[in-house]
């Protein structure tokens, strides 16, 4: 067995730029630890072990050929064609694939093979990563669980709804994947499995071929683990050059502690984190101050039930075909909650629902007038024990509805040696700041694990 | 030959409702219209005669045995399960159909058949419409055109991209068609065909099962030939209880002239109908006044380019699949303009134009407060002669970028006889009130043909 399992993807890259690995025997590497941690984790809906090892051949052939540029179209600066070579990579089941089947975690569309690839499937091959395959979603990316289970302990949930892509970079078997996030889907699982889950500024990344569960909300998700890594993910699925992180000190930096909102849903000890974690920065010299009620939007404490019908309303229009062909095989949790809401929910709701979530965007943009980033819980504790749930939701509603980018850094381990999250988010529009601070938060907290 | 292809759609619910006619009656007498009319406007990417008659029989029979319960789902108010009983449509070759092909208008997906229905066919076969057939539409939606000529003259553009959509119903081959609009795609072709075309208030109709072209941008639009059909349609897309347009009069109404946008791109003819229209609504009681300057967004000269980078920034990461494995099959417009554009598009110069989008919607929220309604051109004129052009797009680039739902009437007719619309649009969200005006705008100021 070689080590390259333990390589980060930047690493991995340059390792194959310069000749001292292949992407074949990376994807080998990776492929053993899939042999040895996928029966107890069950990440993967779909992988195909001889198909991995012919992409990764591919891949080399290419870089042999000096091939990078397989169109007229790679000379734009924007799109490398080589960024992510040989990097295995896992997508979350709502996301299209052209070569592997893509089923939206519903029986319902079992076997179902898209025509082309996602957008940022498409864009991640154009940089020649090695999709391995396709990772378990709950239930059409909603609540109601898939196979996975946490890598750390396998009698609890690994979180959903991007349950497969946080557990298979979580029990290493892939450096990097793909989720989504809705409401706390990359986030929560992210700090379940004691990986990085990063979910964008809305917006910054296509969902063109991913399930459209709520489209005012949804958003991609990362996971990895290092910030460099999902820095360098982030450049090639938005579709800019590749650029490093840029380095700050912790010094100076703001944090906003904002735990007021829902530090009563979390337990003792990611309470005595958040805190910790605070004071770490502290004194380090970050600015360190709570964030006053007073700053939030007006409406901040509507978010949540504001959320909750937007994401619904547009859910059950989305969902019309299955409903109308298929009601039995969808999940009695699915259909009596988000797709009974959305069914009843008025226009009038929805419509007022949207312009509160408007209104408080704006006024978040001037709260971050006065902080960099806020520190705030990624999830009320360590994964809950039992696979029938994949956990609370409510620590990332509100930041999702907010449209913020928000990172989960693998900071704690709870009372029984799980990992416990620490979310940062910043104000729209400043992922790579967020970026910056991240490792700068990551130095002066450091890994209690 | 029966006349029931002169009947509007609400019409034609109201006369099955009542057992005056059948959804196959109906069927047969739009089929025969698209014999006649077919062969010279080639409006249709794919219509098969038997399927739509054994669709209008199903319809009859679930009809006659009182079954519009399809599912345990279809108690709920806002999903009534006969709003367009038996009455035709068509959707755009962009909008994703399980029983009939959908090309996107390219050879590269000749003979693609979607596993599911998007989200707004689901909707209107719930309502049990009568899905005709899907219309041609441009390349991608964008701008290389398609078969499809103008139903008042073959030598002339339809417009685009819902090029077919605008012919079928222009033509009387049936009296709904969905469409689309990121730029100008509805409005447009709704004006050179003679019909009314909506845009809606952007978000309020889900795309899921709609080629994304650009997300931000993005919008189904709606092609009929009365208001009232307009609202019926919109609502059972929308997924709300059908409603009458609400009466008002021409009375009282605030009408803002904003015509100098885009004045000097307007022909002569097409300048005196505006200020025909004006006058005679002026005339009719209503409050006319022209918008100054001043009241429009500070940087509204700014939106065009703006929307321009969003556009293409997004559609061209959209397409990264087609252009990776289908280069030479995509036209040189689209690689040469579009997606030149985008892929050169840095993510600064993408999202400071996202940002300038933002900040002028909410100053025209602003403007609102003193207008019910802006009237603006629909089009620079009658449809150009050729057909290798769909027009100039310049009309609705800004509307398109700003949100705010658009209706095209019919009004006027330009020199040569054939259809010039004049376009209104209203508040974001106000869309119910923008049908209301409209309805008293076209008795106000009649119609010129």
């Known amino acids: 067995m070689n080590h390259l399992h333990t390589f980060s993807a930047t690493e991995i890259v340059a390792a194959i730029a310069s000749g001292k690995t292949s992407a074949q025997a990376v994807a080998e590497a990776y492929l053993e630890q899939i042999a040895i941690r996928e029966p107890e984790v069950q990440a993967w809906q779909y992988l195909d072990h001889d198909q991995v090892l012919q992409q990764a051949r591919t891949i080399d052939a290419q870089h042999a050929n000096g091939a990078s540029a397989q169109t007229p179209s790679t000379s734009y600066p924007n799109f490398s064609g080589h960024a992510l070579r040989g990097v295995p990579i896992g997508f979350k089941d709502i996301i299209d694939t052209a070569d592997m089947p893509t089923e939206y975690g519903t029986p319902i569309h079992r076997g179902h093979r898209p025509k082309i690839d996602a ?37 609890r949930t690994p979180g959903g709804s991007s349950s497969g892509s946080a557990a298979a970079v979580g029990a290493g078997m892939v450096p990097l994947a793909v989720g989504t996030q809705t409401t706390s889907s990359t986030i929560r699982p992210a700090s379940f499995c004691g990986v990085i889950g990063y979910r964008p500024t809305w917006g910054d990344m296509r969902c063109h071929g991913v399930m459209e569960a709520s489209a005012s909300l949804d958003s991609l998700g990362l996971f990895a683990h290092t910030v460099d890594d999902i820095s360098l993910l982030r450049d090639v699925i938005v579709g800019v050059p590749v650029a490093s992180v840029p380095e700050r000190d912790v010094k100076g930096l703001r944090v906003g502690v904002a735990h007021q ?37 007006v409406d901040f404490g509507l978010l949540e039930d504001a959320h909750r019908w937007v994401s619904s309303y547009e859910f059950a229009r989305n969902r019309r075909w299955e409903i109308d062909h298929h009601w039995d095989a969808i999940s009695t949790f699915l259909r009596e909650n988000r797709i009974h809401d959305g069914l009843t929910c008025s226009f ?38 039992g696979l029938s749930s994949t956990g609370n939701i409510v620590f990332c509603t509100s930041w999702s509805a907010l449209h913020v980018p928000a990172l989960s850094l693998p900071l704690y381990q709870g009372p029984n040696g799980l990992p416990v999250g620490v979310q940062f988010v910043a104000k729209r529009g400043n992922d790579q700041a967020l970026f910056a601070a991240a490792k700068a938060i990551m130095q002066a907290a450091g890994q209690r694990r």
Chains 1, 2 share one sequence.
């Open 348 to 385: 009038e709701t929805y419509q007022a629902a949207r312009s509160l979530l408007e209104r408080c965007r704006l006024q978040m943009d001037r709260l971050f007038a006065e902080y960099d980033v806020l520190q705030v819980p990624a999830a009320g504790g360590e994964a809950p024990i």
């Open 119 to 155: 957008a940022c499937v498409a864009l991640t091959k154009h940089a020649q990563a090695n999709v391995f395959g396709k990772t378990v979603t709950t239930e059409f990316a909603n609540r109601f669980p898939g196979k996975t289970r946490n890598p750390f302990d396998p009698a």
């Open 261 to 297: 909102t829902v530090w009563n849903q979390c337990d003792a000890s990611t309470q005595a984190a958040l805190q910790d974690c605070a004071d770490r920065l502290a004194t380090a010299g970050a600015t360190v101050s709570v964030v006053p009620d007073t700053a939030f939007p």
